[in-house]
């Protein structure tokens, strides 16, 4: 493989798996491209280049600092490729010109993105197209990850809110739930199934069949809690 091919393969499914658009602001080359001064000023399609530069309207404005100055660069001299550094840190959104393959006239999202140049990230505009074309193909959490997520949060999570108790399970209620701090002992005591395990040797039938009962319960209810946590992850992830 040549050296970048990786890069340029990256790049290249930029443009055919999420439909995303050249942001150089170039044809052939910098110096070489004698018909690529000002863009012809229609809207491309693409989400990651634009004409407009206006702070209120631009398709990426929900991603821009109201402190970035808008335009955030500007081509001093459209017959060539802007040749300033970026005045912003890198990652900062605004609309710096030179994009979809002319000096001047169009926009790009920040300063460099692996749709300008190799060896850059996405930049968040493309970060954000990839994700969101991603997002019906990728698992779903399910309900054992779940439980070792509360296992993460143990030091906010008291277990026995999540495997004994049996009121039923709501958003609200893991709310409470992840706030309520629960000292170390209490939650040592509270986990249901090491008590089963630890005392299945005294216990009779009848107990057994109610502790047996219990955690099947507590299983619902984390089921439960997966189906109203899926929810919530997918109407964030709209
Ligand atoms: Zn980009």
Redesign the pocket.
């Known amino acids: 493989m040549a050296p970048g091919a990786s890069e340029i393969g990256i790049h290249e499914m930029?443009h055919t798996a999420f439909g995303?658009a050249d942001?150089y602001e170039y044809y052939e080359e910098c110096g070489v491209d004698t018909n690529r001064d000002v863009h012809p000023g229609v809207e491309p399609a693409e989400p990651?280049v634009t004409i407009d530069n206006a702070r209120a309207t631009i398709k990426w404005r929900d991603l821009i600092d109201p402190a970035t100055p808008m335009p955030t660069t500007m081509n001093a001299d459209c017959t060539m490729c802007d040749p300033q550094a970026s005045p912003v840190a890198a990652g900062t959104a605004g609309a710096f010109e030179g994009a979809n393959y002319y000096h001047c006239g169009c926009y790009?999202?920040?300063f460099d993105?692996?749709?300008?140049a190799l060896g850059f990230p996405?930049?968040?505009?493309?970060?954000r197209r990839i994700r969101a074309t991603l997002a019906p193909f990728l698992p779903r959490y399910l309900v054992f990850e779940l439980l070792d997520r509360i296992f993460d949060l143990r030091a906010y999570v008291n277990p026995r809110d999540w495997v004994v108790d049996p009121v039923p399970f709501d958003l609200a209620r893991y709310q409470a739930v992840i706030r309520t701090p629960v000292p170390m002992s209490a939650r040592l005591a509270a986990d249901e199934f090491s008590d089963v395990v630890r005392g299945i040797e005294r216990m009779d039938v009848g107990e057994l069949r109610t502790r047996l009962l219990r955690v099947r319960s507590g299983i619902a209810r984390l089921e439960a809690a997966g189906k109203i946590l899926q929810a919530e992850i997918d109407r964030r992830g709209r």
Request: positive net charge; proline residues 6%; charged residues 35%.
């Open positions: 930029g995303l942001e990651n790009r999202p920040e993105c692996k749709m300008r996405f930049c968040a505009v493309c970060r």
